[in-house]
């Protein structure tokens, strides 16, 4: 790939919640970019096959959670097809994107960990959060793309935004635009942060910026 860091296409070494969490990041970011809009080859794992393979997934985990033989047997069956569903449908990505890497990069797989620089992973808080009025008691957000972070956090409070108690609960998103808070307040005035989510972890918070909800 021209030198550029290997995305990793596994789920291998993640335990299961972590791998439900990992394919549907990657399921959300695929479905909802245009470069994956037209019809998919044939030949490749359909994207209604893959979600399909994540609600499986998920499915069978809560159901293998009474430690029934046969259940826990069938999780692991689950397990397999995600596993092999989540590298064919990365594979057939690396193909759509090879005219622009850079939207492999947004789609949310990770680095493997062989081209990882050894140096210290800098934790970088988004730049730039931009604020609009969707629906009625809708805001969309967006801020520039953040090299390195797997997803973005929101957060947002009507009260003083220097108290950190203030600040309610997060909310995870899979894109760095179109990111939505619904059922605000009309007339009421909401101060937002953003941050990304490593692999080490959470960065730094954004800057502040406010808008009224309508």
Known sequence: MDGRPM????????????AVHQAQLVYTNISTHEAFQHPWSPYAVQLVE?????????????????????????????????DSDYYYVGRYAEIVTRADPSILDSLGYPMAKS???????????????????????????RVDKLPGARSIEGQYTTGDPTVEANWGKH???????????????????????????????????????TLMAI
């Open 50 to 82: 893959y979600g399909g393979s994540i609600t499986n997934m998920r499915d069978a985990m809560i159901a293998a959670a009474t430690r029934d033989t046969l259940k826990l047997a069938h999780c692991v069956s689950c397990r397999k097809k995600l």
């Open 115 to 141: 081209s990882v620089s050894k140096g210290p992973v800098q934790l970088l808080a988004p730049h730039s959060p931009v604020l609009k009025h969707g629906s009625t008691g809708c805001i969309v957000a």
């Open 7 to 18: 995305p990793n296409l596994s789920l291998r070494g993640l335990k299961d919640p972590e």
């Open 171 to 209: 909310f995870p998103f899979g894109t760095w635009h179109d990111m939505v808070f619904s059922d605000l307040i009309p007339g009421q005035l909401y101060t937002f942060r953003f941050r990304g989510i490593f692999v080490k972890g959470p960065g730094p918070w954004s800057v502040v910026v």
